[in-house]
């Protein structure tokens, strides 16, 4: 490593450092009981929310690792299981629109496209592959028989998040510490993203040039695609332990964070910091989270077999949803009347 490199990667560290200096001072000050004094002073009620389980999709045979609604159709999820196998429900009639046989069992992300015509998912093989749906009419049950439409190869670790921006372009992020945005046409990536200092579990995106991620370096970034790839806009400190899962607030002025030390945390994108805490008893890791479109409610899925819906204004727990085994993954649909969970019990439930 040349000299100006290693005085580079001395003050990225010096950076992070005072950084998380300062986030601990905010932590000291403790904003959230302030933050719930005001949404109270401007007229914020408690909710009356009573969610019910409307659908159960069942057809996995392993367990569910990764789901997504299809942003251009409200009634249509993708699922990616341990069984070798992606799926395309239609989550009104509960019936298997596809089922893409897959070349590995280890897979632990999936991805819609914008447009519905391209499903995406990928896992311990390094690899994001890209799968045409029109083509997945015709699947045999031989995977080779069925190609994917494009095979992204380009990482040195596992592919553990992935989220479209287009029909032809997708962001993945990986064990590799690193997060790339790729070509889908040309299979050749168009940026790569470092920054992080141990594996990147989740990406989440707003709009078509923004997104953060989150690692087990307990660290989330805030990245522009349109900047360079080694340098992010925001570090957000706080968690003590792996960040698994991030999502945007609807209009992308905060973050929510799921991690192992038992906690959700909200973080102001403009301020640069913690405004809220969500902490659930007895501890248990947080494995996903999503916000409502309006951004009232946040979902967060959890090691103990729960999805805990909260009230992101009141900080306080409104309802728990109950699957039989760890919940891996939670969704809201595009036109936010429902939710989907899936779960290690091999089922996706939809509750309203």
């Not at 070798?84 to 009639?93: H, M």
């Not at 992935?162 to 997060?179: P, V």
């Not at 200092?197 to 989740?202: N, P």
Request: hydrophobic share 40%; aromatic share 8%.
């Amino acid at each position: 490593m040349s000299d100006t490199n290693q005085l580079i990667l001395q003050l990225r560290q010096e950076i992070d450092l005072m950084q998380s200096l300062i986030q601990d001072k905010v932590e000291q000050a403790d904003r959230t009981p302030t933050l719930l004094a005001t949404a109270q002073q401007q007229g914020f009620k408690a909710l009356d929310l009573k969610m019910a389980h409307r659908r159960l999709l069942r057809g996995h045979f392993g367990k569910i690792y990764a789901m997504q609604w299809c942003p251009a159709a409200g009634h249509f999820i993708a699922s990616a299981s341990q069984d070798s196998k992606l799926i395309i429900w239609n989550a009104l009639s509960q019936n298997k629109i596809n089922a893409i046989p897959l070349r590995s069992s280890w897979i632990m992300s999936t991805a819609y496209s914008v447009s519905g015509s391209h499903v995406a998912c990928g896992g311990l093989e390094n690899i994001c592959y890209v799968y045409r749906l029109r083509d997945a009419t015709n699947a045999a049950t031989d995977a080779a028989k069925f190609p994917p439409y494009a095979e992204l190869g380009g990482h040195d670790g596992y592919i553990s998040s992935c989220r479209f921006l287009s029909d032809n372009e997708i962001l993945t992020a990986s064990g590799d510490s690193t997060c790339i945005l790729w070509d889908i046409t040309r299979r050749a990536p168009l940026q790569k993203f470092s920054g992080h200092y141990g594996d990147v579990m989740s990406v989440a995106l707003h709009g078509n040039n923004t997104f953060v991620s989150g690692s087990v370096d307990a660290s989330v970034k805030l990245w522009d695609i349109r900047q360079s790839g080694t340098t992010h806009v925001k570090t957000f400190r706080g968690h003590d332990s792996d960040v698994n899962s991030v999502s945007f607030f609807p209009d992308g002025n905060a973050v929510v964070t799921g991690s192992d030390d038992s906690s959700c945390r909200m973080f102001d994108v403009r301020a640069c910091g913690q405004v809220a805490k969500f902490v659930t008893e007895p501890a248990c890791g947080v494995t996903s989270v999503s916000f409502s479109n309006s951004g009232r409610l946040l979902f967060a899925g959890y090691d103990d077999c729960n999805c805990v819906v909260w009230d992101s204004a009141l900080n306080t727990k409104l309802s728990t949803l109950q699957h039989d085994n760890r919940v891996s993954c939670l969704g809201v649909s595009c036109d936010g009347k429902a939710l989907a969970t899936g779960s290690w019990d091999q089922q996706i439930k939809v509750w309203l």
